[in-house]
Nanobody, 127 residues
Framework: EVSLVESGGGSVQDGGSLRLSCTAS????????VGWSRQVPGAECELVST???????FYADSVKGRFAISQDNAKSTVFLEINTLKPDDTAVYYC?????????????????????WGRGTQVTVSS
């Protein structure tokens, strides 16, 4: 059974940092893209970062210069380092992939390119 599991979330103060992890089970990210999205209750998902199969990266303007995405050599885990955190960064953070796998949980259905999503990890930033 394939799955994605996020970890590393928690509660931090304004200006703090966390390192989020997204681990693939039953497959690897090799040859695929991986994205991190976040969602506040009642709001649309925001795609905050991606790492592509060729190693290129993308960051939303809202996080550029503060977040950093990376991948382990085994292509089994993608990390998102989130720094200089602000209260507006408070959200559930999800990872997802366009690998040839799929699931039944779609927290951000408008992001159609990603077929497999994790359940998310909560990040809370206090002012």
């Amino acid at each position: 059974e394939v799955s994605l599991v996020e970890s590393g979330g928690g509660s931090v103060q304004d200006g703090g940092s966390l390192r989020l992890s997204c681990t693939a089970s039953g497959f690897t990210f090799d040859g695929s893209d991986v994205g991190w999205s976040r969602q506040v209750p009642g709001a649309e998902c925001e795609l905050v970062s991606t790492i592509s199969r060729d190693g290129s990266t993308f960051y939303a303007d809202s996080v550029k210069g503060r977040f950093a995405i990376s991948q382990d050599n085994a292509k089994s885990t993608v990390f998102l380092e989130i720094n200089t955190l602000k209260p507006d960064d408070t959200a559930v953070y999800y990872c997802a992939t366009d690998a040839a796998v799929s699931g039944s949980f779609y927290p951000c259905p408008r992001n159609r390119r990603f077929g497999l999503w994790g359940r998310g990890t909560q990040v809370t930033v206090s002012s």
